[in-house]
């Protein structure tokens, strides 16, 4: 069978001449975003990540290929809203039946460790659903944050879901939540959810900690980068969150299909403010994830040897 990992010309130079890269996760094309906006936002983070000095790799399936660096052509395609989100699970069924999709968390995680790519960035990582106690819904992200060793910068985790629960999880399993230039864990619509985390100070700080975790102790998991948003993007969706929550249950979405619908509700309640909020974190996490990619290969220090 053919190899399915399809990875641009001018991502396999950058990765073969050891330049930064950063990966983007494409659900929120599919599915995160609506249109336009969401092909939009794809297009300006890729060129926020290359103004910073880094090459910028969208991951989607086309037509069954896993491709690492999307094209315009492509990403518009995935923004169209036909592509179904893809997990890790759900990959070699999409490459079995030649179909597109929009990647995940977990899987954009999966695919750029193994194409050699150490940094990602996102909006918010998935986490353990509302009643998760009864209903055992925890997102793939997290089982995949466990295991992939990949530095992802983010928001935090996705408001609608059990933050406190969340960060439970992944102290449980090893994986190290640090927040930058912040020692309060951003809630992706705020910059406060009362929970305390490590602080780091810049982009430095971060590649010398990655630096240091697989060769001192042996990490082999993800290190989360939490990043707030932009303090003038803030916006006060708890109790628009809530109503949400409540109308996914009384309609029964559950599954995949949940954390898109809250979006989405959260959205409409909120008359696009917190979409507005979910454009400028993306962005803003855009460009920290590539400071901290060009931080990570800079000239005194070409070769990390951090998860590749």
């Known amino acids: 069978m053919e190899n399915p990992l399809d990875i641009s010309h001018e991502i396999s130079v950058a990765l073969s001449r050891n330049q930064p890269v950063v990966a983007l996760e494409s659900s929120v094309i599919a599915h995160g975003l609506p249109a336009p906006a969401n092909v939009e936002t794809a297009l300006e983070m890729e060129r926020i990540i290359r103004d910073c000095g880094a090459v910028p790799a969208t991951i989607g399936v086309i037509d069954g290929r896993i491709r690492v660096g999307l094209t315009k052509e492509e990403i518009e395609r995935l923004g169209e809203g036909k592509a179904p989100k893809l997990a890790v699970r759900d990959i070699p069924y999409a490459v079995a039946k030649k179909l597109d999709g929009g990647l ?31 209903t055992f819904d925890i997102s793939a992200d ?16 996705k408001a609608v879901l059990d ?84 109308e996914a249950e009384s309609n029964r979405v559950k599954g995949k299909e949940l954390t898109p619908f809250l979006l989405k509700r959260v959205g409409e309640l ?37 998860m590749v």
């Open 104 to 134: 995940t968390v977990s899987s954009t995680a999966r695919i750029a460790a193994s194409a050699g790519i150490v940094v990602m960035a996102t909006g918010g990582i998935g986490g353990v659903h509302r009643g998760a106690a009864e």
């Open 142 to 157: 997290l089982w995949e944050l466990a295991r992939t060793p990949i530095i992802v910068v983010c928001s935090g985790v």
């Open 270 to 306: 909120t008359g696009g403010k917190s979409t507005e909020a979910n454009i400028a974190l993306l962005k803003n996490n855009a460009q920290v994830a590539a400071e901290i990619a060009v931080a990570l290969f800079d000239d005194r220090d070409r070769r990390i040897g951090f």
């Open 163 to 246: 933050i406190p629960a969340t960060v439970e999880w992944l102290e449980t399993h090893g994986v190290p939540i640090y927040g930058y230039e912040t020692s309060e864990l951003p809630a992706f619509y705020s910059r406060s959810s009362g929970i305390l985390v490590p602080k780091l100070e810049g982009s430095n700080e971060v590649a010398d900690l990655a630096k240091t975790a697989p060769g001192a102790i042996g990490a082999r998991c993800a290190l989360v980068i939490a990043v707030p948003i932009p303090e003038a993007n803030q916006v006060p969706a708890a109790a628009h969150i809530e109503k949400a929550v409540q």
